[in-house]
């Protein structure tokens, strides 16, 4: 019989879980271990949005369903108790009885709230809450910001030269990162919902914001702010090969993968923009624009994230870095061949 603790079967379901970054939003990432006698009987997570839940899969993994009544289920996140595209994953585990429960997270979404452990505790079934807290919040923040505060997560990040340049004095485009690194960013882009540049962005670097060096993975929402609707239409933002939502104070129009959004609100311009990407169902939004506009979301407030690359070449003049503002905290630093990243948390 091999026995270990509740720290590492929560852990191992965390690690589950963060599988499906690029996969499951808006909904959030979940996964799922069954533990009877000490020992692994049963394991899945959430895969695919509109999939089936973590629960669902971990228990269709168990070879000897009669011992689920005898085991503990580790779960990162609350059952959900409603009817959404699955059915309830707390139903579930009440038909098959089994004895233990527990959980990393609460779930923020008000469609369950703490209805999940009720079904539980009302069907005699024991249940732990707490395990991991905040491994579990760390692994959806995004969704937990989205629930909570209405908004979508927000990271921005840039790449700035040994002596905090991040372009050429006449704004013309500057390779300053590696190829590795490069291809970290691309990775990054496929695990958030939108990816978000101002006019002046498009119009220097011609961009094309997809996951070309990241193939695996999935193009993010392409976001353009340009307020005046001044960009003519042969960037490559908008070659519609997938979604790109313009936002502007002047045009509403849609046609296949491109949509031009009105803004009514020109003082909150960025709040505005971020609620209703939050209508739309995206959760998280990868700030890559130029130093004004990452200083435009510091100067609201409106950033949870930041990720600066540091290369070690000098660049001796050019247009200088955003400098990350008080109150953030570095929470990683890495040294990626002659790049060093820092990464910065609120």
């Keep these: ?4 603790s509740p720290t590492l079967y929560m852990q191992r379901a965390l690690d589950l ?12 990432m979940v996964g799922c271990v069954i533990v009877h006698n000490g020992e692994i009987i049963g394991e899945g997570y959430h895969a695919q949005y509109g999939g089936p839940h973590a629960e669902v899969n971990a228990v269709s993994s168990v070879r000897d369903k009669s011992l689920l009544n005898e085991s503990e289920v580790y779960v990162t996140l609350e059952p959900c108790s409603h009817f959404g595209k699955t059915p309830p994953c707390a139903d579930l585990l ?3 009885q089994v004895k233990k429960v527990i959980v990393c997270n609460l779930d923020p979404n008000p469609l369950v709230a703490g209805k999940g452990l009720q079904k539980l505790r009302d069907a005699g079934i024991d249940v732990q809450v707490g395990l991991l807290e905040q491994a579990g919040l760390e692994l959806n923040k995004r969704f937990f910001k989205a629930m909570q505060a209405g908004l979508p997560f927000v990271i921005v990040k840039w790449a700035e030269t040994a002596d905090g340049f991040v372009a050429n004095a006449d704004y013309s485009p500057l390779a300053i990162t590696t190829a590795t690194s490069n291809l970290i960013v691309h990775k990054w882009r496929s695990e958030e919902d939108a990816i978000l540049v101002g006019k002046h962005t498009v119009e220097t670097d011609n961009p094309s914001l997809n996951v070309r060096n990241w193939p695996e993975g999935k193009n ?3 976001v353009v702010l340009d307020r005046n609707n001044s960009l003519g239409g042969d960037f490559k933002v908008f070659d519609q090969t997938q979604k790109t939502l313009v936002y502007n104070l002047v045009k509403e129009s849609e046609k296949e993968n491109l949509q031009h959004i009105k803004i009514n609100a020109d003082t909150e ?3 505005a923009v971020l609620r209703d990407l939050k209508a739309k169902g995206i959760h998280s939004v990868f700030v890559e624009g130029g130093p004004t506009l990452i200083k435009a979301f510091f100067d609201a407030k409106l950033v949870d994230e930041v990720r600066v690359f ?6 001796k003049d050019g247009i200088a870095a955003p400098h990350v503002p008080a109150g953030f905290v570095l929470k990683e630093n890495h040294q990626i061949i002659n790049d060093n990243l820092r990464i910065y948390r609120k």
């Design 1 to 4: 019989m091999m026995v270990t």
């Design 220 to 222: 993010p929402v392409r």
């Design 310 to 315: 540091k290369n070690d070449k000098a660049l």
């Design 17 to 28: 879980a963060g599988l499906a970054i690029e996969s499951v939003s808006p909904n959030p």
């Design 94 to 96: 009440i038909k098959h």
């Design 269 to 271: 311009f960025l709040l």
